[in-house]
């Protein structure tokens, strides 16, 4: 029997605690033999989240890779894992594993059959840090810069003659009268539908983002979830950094001559960098750059920790006289997004 995930449509639920006993696998294969040879359930990866679609890139690289046009094999866009939060055994998947035993994390999880957990979401407190399931960044209305946007009259008036002048063409083949050429009346249609076509396809488009995001937003306490987008909130964390690199750049008159070397030059100088007048932004910033490893992506800052609303189901796996990290390392929750 294949496990498969339980819980509601709308929302994730939440465990929170420190991670024992952590198991990293570099690939879907080693995974679910992992699995197999502790006796877990069967479990149809592709039907979690956007697994299906890393795998198939995935076998993209793999073919890549024997076609001989590079020297080293190329690793797989993701590694899963499988850890406890008390009792409670979780399994996930993102693209590099920087958490470790000890750690204390905050874990958005749907259930499982046979009583395990699938992670969408870890967040780590101690250094504002967010792992999120692959592809899954922003939610569905987040490129869009007006959510509530509709139709405009002309435009709805025009798709009103399009299809009427269809409606009259189909009429006059049926009753066999011609008082207006049918070939003109249905190029009329088109003509005019051909606007409204146009415009519902833009705007298909511009909502881009995912329904899984909308769901791990809205666990997390995010006001707007459906608009939020992680990526745009650690980019007001990394202003101060973009403008640094530039001015290093700007100004650079050592031997390199490739911008991206120029910048990894820069990024290796800052990183150790220590001032007084460091904010906690700036520590922060330093300390993603220092964890940020070869092929890490999904991962990110995120400035503060919404409330949690009630409705959630919150499991707390850690004791109640342990210090709750997410209160201290959190900030203010009423500047949310």
Known sequence: MKSCATSSIEHYQIITGYITDLAVYPSRETFIQARQLAGCADINLNSIGYLALVYKINQMIAAQDS??????????????????LGDNLI????????FTDGDYVEVVVDPMDGGSYFAYALRRPVDHLIWMHPYVTEGTEASVENPKIRTSPIVKFMELIGISSCIWGLLQIYLQISLVPTLYLFILGAILLLPLIIFCGKKKQVNTGSPIADRIYTTLGYHNPKQFSIEKEQALLLKKLEQLSANYIATYQGPLTEGEEIIKEFLNQYKDQQSPSDTESDKLVKQYIKIEQNGMQWVYLYRC????PNYITVIHTERNNDEIESSNQSSNSDNCP
Do not use: L
């Not at 076609?67 to 406890?84: A, H, L, M």
């Not at 399994?91 to 920087?98: D, L, P, T, Y």
């Not at 920790?305 to 949690?308: D, E, G, L, R």
């Open 91 to 98: 399994e996930g998947v993102c693209s590099r594993v920087a």
């Open 67 to 84: 076609s001989g046009k590079y020297d080293t094999p190329t690793p797989n866009i993701e590694q899963y894992y499988r850890f406890k």
């Open 305 to 308: 920790a919404p409330t949690i």
